[in-house]
């Protein structure tokens, strides 16, 4: 075990024992005029070095809230509770002058609109060298080599020239490599990407997405991949973690997952993938009705209101995370997938011909 000083945080690799990210139990609150939001609720989840999670979910279920808790990057109201581990230490109590030492250094986040993250008055050659010389003390030279060598990890076409441009003269998918090749600066241990591609059209986003994937493994470097697109976390994540209503509701390796979902919730999610074959302007599936009042979420099991296989338990007691066949693979749902009682349902909604249920979906 080796350790290492960042700042004025001591980080021990306790990586043998613990994986790299502890979450567990974590809960962000926001006062607000209206009440309490409780927009995360007892998340736990961990991620190993080098490997690559997804959190997926429909908008307002938390997934932006989630990472920022994790990062500590929040508005001062906000209210989190649980623990937050990071190579060993507890960093959720860290005062903000501390975490600031994390930030960029070990763990880093990329935004959903490069466009906002970037400063348009800014050549894109200093927005990558200020950290460099800010946070690893480089002298200039030293900061506009690292800088041309990050342009062209992230495969930036002619990257010296490209330090003199502005943001506004590069293309959408170039503006957001170079905001990863920012993230990637300081040689963080734990990317965050948050809806990194959904301003990008379809080509542009699977290079994003593969650009990510090789740093990845370049700098055997963590990534959490926030969507609300399971399509995306398919084959650029190692696993998954759902969520709906601030709370993970399945979690599993991703190969698992889309083999044996449990969730009704995520085949909805499934269903909402856009298929190749599809014609173009084909409407996607969306799921019917409204995520929860987070101020005043239902009793019982938070999807059920809008779930077509829900039965009066579901809607009294809330299910606990249960694990499946795989012991990597947890699930909060009284009537999974391959239940008797969810296969009898599905029967019957199918024979009503039931919107819900869509019949082509291989699951
Ligand atoms: N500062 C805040 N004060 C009050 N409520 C907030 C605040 N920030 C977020 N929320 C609420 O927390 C919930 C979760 O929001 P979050 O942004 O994490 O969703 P998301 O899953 O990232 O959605 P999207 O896919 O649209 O980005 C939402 O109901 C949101 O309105
Ligand atoms: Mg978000």
């Known amino acids: 075990m080796t350790s290492r000083e960042t700042g004025s945080v001591q980080i021990s690799r306790a990586e043998a024992t613990e994986p790299l990210l502890v979450v567990d139990n974590l809960s962000t609150h926001f006062p607000t005029e209206r009440g309490v939001v409780r927009a995360v609720d007892g998340v736990s989840l961990s991620i190993k070095r080098g490997e690559s999670l997804g959190i997926v979910g429909e908008s307002g279920s938390g997934k932006t809230v989630l990472s920022r808790s994790i990062m500590g990057l929040l508005p001062a109201a906000a ?47 200093k927005q990558i060298t200020e950290p460099l010389k800010l946070h690893l003390n480089m002298n200039r030279s030293h900061a506009k080599a690292t800088a041309v060598r990050l342009l062209k990890d992230v495969h930036i076409p002619e990257a010296e020239q490209r330090l003199n441009q502005y943001p506004h003269e590069l293309s959408g998918g170039m503006r957001q490599r170079v905001m990863i090749a920012i993230a990637l600066a300081c ?13 990008l059209d379809v080509t542009v986003q699977s290079q994003i997405l593969d650009v990510i994937n090789e740093q990845r493994t370049d700098r055997n470097m963590s990534v959490i991949l926030v969507t609300h697109d399971l399509g995306v976390v398919a084959g650029h994540t190692d696993h998954v973690a759902v969520m709906y209503g ?87 749902c009284w009537y999974p997938v391959g239940s008797p009682e969810f296969e009898a349902r599905d029967a019957e909604l199918r024979a009503a011909g039931d919107p819900r249920v869509d019949a082509g979906a291989t699951i």
């Open 79 to 125: 209210i989190r509770s649980g623990s937050v581990r990071f190579a060993g230490t507890e960093i959720l109590d860290l005062p903000a002058k501390r975490m600031r030492h994390l930030w960029g250094a070990e763990m880093a986040m990329v935004f959903q609109n490069p466009l906002n993250s970037l400063n348009p008055l800014m050549k894109i050659g």
């Open 187 to 199: 040689g963080p241990t734990v990317l965050f990407a948050d809806e990194p591609t959904t301003a």
């Open 246 to 332: 601030g709370k993970l509701v399945e979690r599993a390796p991703t190969r698992t997952l889309f083999a044996n979902m449990k969730m009704p919730y995520t085949k909805s999610l499934m269903r909402s993938i856009p298929k190749l074959d599809n014609p173009s302007h084909t409407r996607l599936a969306t799921i019917p009705g409204r995520p929860p009042d987070l101020v005043n979420p239902p009793d019982g099991c938070r999807f059920a209101p809008r779930c077509a296989y829900a039965q009066d338990r579901c809607h009294d007691e809330e299910p606990p995370l249960a694990v499946a066949d795989d012991p990597d693979h947890y699930y909060a």
